[in-house]
Nanobody, 118 residues
Framework: QVQLVESGGGLVQAGGSLRLSCATS????????MGWYRQAPGKQRELVAR???????NYADSVKGRFTISVENAKNTVLLQMNSLKPEDTAVYYC????????????WGQGTQVTVSS
């Protein structure tokens, strides 16, 4: 059973924009800190952006000023707006719902491909 449903990936030229979306259930959304990770070929999965326990956000240095994470509470959805895309942003992007407490499990989306051409 798919718990997180991602959409919005695709092919874009360098300098372009994409918006990723990740929808989940109210239960998972309310018990998780939502975030985005990515994995490029031959590399480890890395944090892109995430919501924090204080209601703030964390970004990887490589995307600061270009990417913005946000949530739509009414839709139980987390978004990732990606602007000024670079070829090095090419990766599979994964949505993660990180459990707020020890008793809340983590969930991962199936991944969506983002390809930035030069």
């Amino acid at each position: 059973q798919v718990q997180l449903v991602e959409s919005g990936g695709g092919l874009v030229q360098a300098g372009g924009s994409l918006r990723l979306s990740c929808a989940t259930s109210r239960s998972i959304f309310g018990n998780s800190f939502m975030g985005w990770y990515r994995q490029a070929p031959g590399k480890q999965r890395e944090l892109v952006a995430r919501m924090t326990s204080s209601g703030g956000t964390n970004y990887a240095d490589s995307v600061k000023g270009r990417f913005t994470i946000s949530v739509e509470n009414a839709k139980n959805t987390v978004l990732l707006q990606m602007n000024s895309l670079k070829p090095e942003d090419t990766a599979v992007y994964y949505c993660k719902a990180a459990g707020r407490t020890y008793y809340d499990p983590d969930y991962w989306g199936q991944g969506t491909q983002v390809t930035v051409s030069s």
